[in-house]
């Protein structure tokens, strides 16, 4: 009864299942009760009943698969159909029928068998595919198609997406090379072309459906928006780069008509450092060399390294104040003494930076910061300087307007005699 249930509501893995262990149990009892005749009938028809269930199956699914009568009787009816040729080439475009010389058969299309012993008509689109827009949308398209026909042609036919068909001339004659040509006119956008054509034993073959893609006249106000459009970003961009552009006056004479340097008296170590390299920024700028204070002792304390190694550097933070104050500005020079360095003080006059761009005018990992005045590369190598000799370099906003750079470098170790 629970298999008879199983297969009424198509559980037929259960059903199975249940049919096997009635089997096992049905084996056990027959062990038990020691009479084998009637367990064993009835392990036979088990076996029947599921060897005929089995077949019913088989045939029941046999019946599913096979197609009814009707397809039957048209698929025997019916001929195949012909096979597109993948090796034919893209349109290229269809006049009056031209003998051709040469007879080499290009790429066919199958058709069914027929009467002509050498094969079938073959078809290619000859390339390339013209189209002439038009205004509105429409315009016209070049067709070219050529035929190799081992038995004649007798009919040839254009077919343009669903349009009835659009007769050819056709030769009438013996085998051989045939070209067509033809001028259709279309709408823009997308066109199946395809070609039917008959030999003289009334066999028609089908040419490969070709795709065509005809684009509609460009309008007038099209190029001359573009050319506007490149002509805006031009004037952008020229406009961007002169305004990047520095705008500092320097002194480019020749060394004759330079001004003479500037007077400082004599000095020593790294005051004399310091008034020698003003002396040289000075005499490099020339008249647009603001005025300078100049607050540093004849007599400056020993540093540990030399004062000529941080020279250009030195040269850097001068061109560097320079350049901000030449619109009418000052800048003030000083010297203090530590315990441990020495700190040259740097300041000028000038329009205080914005309080966010300060540090980033030595931070040299943001480029092109305008509050460097064009000296990326030499700020580059003066903080370099200072790190080698132990030294630092920062810059700060002064109160009363302007900026400050403050360089700190070690004192020379004092030695005792013993």
């Not at 027959?30 to 060897?51: F, T, W």
């Not at 009438?172 to 823009?188: M, Q, V």
């Not at 000038?350 to 590369?377: C, F, K, N, W, Y």
């Amino acid at each position: 009864m629970a298999a008879l249930e199983h297969e009424k509501a198509g559980r037929i893995d259960e059903r199975d299942k249940t049919e096997v262990l009635l089997e096992v149990l049905t084996r056990q009892r027959l062990v038990a009760d020691s009479a084998p005749e009637i367990p064993k009938r009835r392990l036979e028809d088990l076996d029947h009943a599921r060897s005929e269930r089995s077949a019913l199956e088989a045939a029941e699914e046999s019946s599913r698969r096979k197609p009814p009568a009707q397809v039957v009787r048209m698929l025997e009816d019916s001929t195949p159909p012909p096979i597109a040729d993948p090796a034919a080439p893209p349109l290229g475009g269809l006049k009056a029928a031209q003998p051709v010389a040469d007879t080499a058969h290009a790429p066919s299309v199958a058709t069914p068998a027929s009467t002509c012993p050498q094969g079938p008509i073959a078809f290619r689109w000859i390339e390339p595919l013209t189209s002439t827009p038009a205004p509105k949308g429409e315009g016209i398209l070049d067709v070219k198609i050529r035929l190799v026909a081992p038995c004649g042609v007798s009919r040839v036919e254009l077919y343009l997406d669903d349009l009835p068909a659009r007769p050819l001339p056709s030769p009438h004659t013996i085998a051989g090379a045939f070209e067509f040509s033809d001028h259709i006119p279309a709408a823009a956008g997308i066109h199946r072309l395809e070609v039917l054509a008959c030999d003289t034993n009334s066999l028609c073959a089908r040419s490969t459906p070709l795709e065509a893609h005809l684009t509609g006249a460009v309008p007038s106000w099209v190029p001359k928006a573009v050319g506007g459009l490149v002509a805006v970003c031009g004037l952008l961009g020229l406009s961007l780069l002169l305004r990047r552009r520095p705008r500092y006056a320097f002194y480019s004479g020749t060394a004759e008509n330079r001004p003479s340097a500037v007077p400082v008296p004599e000095a020593v170590g790294l005051s004399g450092t310091l008034r020698r390299r003003l002396q040289q920024v000075a005499q490099e700028v020339g008249p647009a060399f603001p005025a300078v204070s100049l607050r540093i002792p004849d007599q400056p304390p020993p540093l540990s390294v030399d004062p000529e190694s941080l020279g250009d550097a030195f040269s850097t933070m001068l061109r560097l104040h320079a350049r901000r104050a030449s619109g009418g500005g000052q800048i003030l020079i000083a010297m203090g003494q530590g315990p441990l360095s020495a700190e040259v003080v740097f300041e000028d006059t000038a329009t205080s930076p914005e309080e966010g761009s300060v540090q980033a005018i030595l931070d040299l990992a943001r480029p092109r910061v305008r509050d460097r005045m064009g000296l990326d590369q030499e700020l580059e190598l003066a903080l370099e300087s200072f790190r080698r000799a132990g030294g630092s370099l920062v810059a700060e906003v002064r109160i009363d307007g302007g900026l400050r750079t403050r360089m700190k470098v070690p004192l020379a170790i004092a030695t005792h005699p013993a």
